[in-house]
């Protein structure tokens, strides 16, 4: 919540537009399934849903896999998707207009040694994610989805459970994507003109061709 007011304050300060928090835990279906109703008047009309909560636990492979981790990924990266875009589409077709962004991975377009779990569920919402805009097609709601590879966030570290030392591993030798970057993205497809719904993008490091393909640059033996 600390870091959530920082950024408010900073967000108020910068663009003199109000701003409400809240913290929540998407896995908790029964919060948020209120979480509409809860909201102040003023922010009631929800026009713009990004769902850009979720996480990779581990790196197992199928035959070691956690179960415990892999329903926190389940619940985090794909029912809490189904429960909020429930929650908030209902609004969005009432006053027809909305746009619902989901944030996916790369790996939701290729699966890869032990991520099993993560890629599943990165498939599992890419199908979600289509499904949703046929099912909105006739209302003017737009569906998009943003897949990144390599971005440098705390991913890594919450893959890694902590583990600063491999976390960084994963950005090192090449310039990774940045959170701004996926920001970017979103801001992009919620500025188009309202006939235009940008419903896939697979963004990527320069140097990254697929999820493991990623060309380093090796860093100079010290003398
Ligand atoms: C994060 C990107 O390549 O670790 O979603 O799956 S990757």
Redesign the pocket.
């Known amino acids: 919540m600390d870091r959530l007011e920082s950024l408010r304050d900073q967000l108020q300060f910068t663009y003199r537009v109000p701003v409400h928090t809240v913290q929540l835990d998407v896995r908790n279906i029964a919060e948020v399934d209120l979480l509409p109703q809860q909201l102040p008047e003023d922010f009631a009309e929800v026009d713009i849903l990004v769902n850009n909560a979720g996480l990779?636990l581990g790196t197992a492979a199928v035959q070691d896999n956690n179960i415990d981790d892999a329903v926190t990924m389940i619940e985090t990266n794909v029912t809490s998707v189904i429960a909020m875009t429930k929650a908030f589409v209902q609004g969005m077709i009432e006053r027809n207009r909305g746009h619902i962004v989901n944030i996916s991975?790369?790996?939701g377009c290729e699966a890869?040694g032990g991520?099993s779990v993560?890629?599943a569920t990165?498939h599992a919402l890419a199908a979600f994610t289509t499904a949703s805009r046929h099912d909105l097609v006739g209302t003017n709601i737009r569906v998009t989805s943003i897949s990144?590879?390599?971005?440098q966030t705390e991913?890594s570290l919450v893959?890694f459970k902590g583990d600063q030392e491999a976390a960084d591993a994963v950005y090192r030798g090449f310039d990774p994507l940045t959170a701004e970057d996926i920001a970017d993205n979103v801001l992009y497809a919620c500025t188009r003109p309202e006939h235009v719904q940008i419903a896939d993008i697979l963004v990527l490091a320069t140097n990254q061709a697929s999820?493991k393909g990623i060309a380093r640059v090796q860093a100079q033996q010290e003398r």
Do not use: E, H, N, V
């Not at 990144?148 to 971005?151: M, Q």
């Open positions: 990779a991975s790369i790996a890869y991520g993560y890629c990165k990144p590879g390599a971005a991913f893959r999820a």
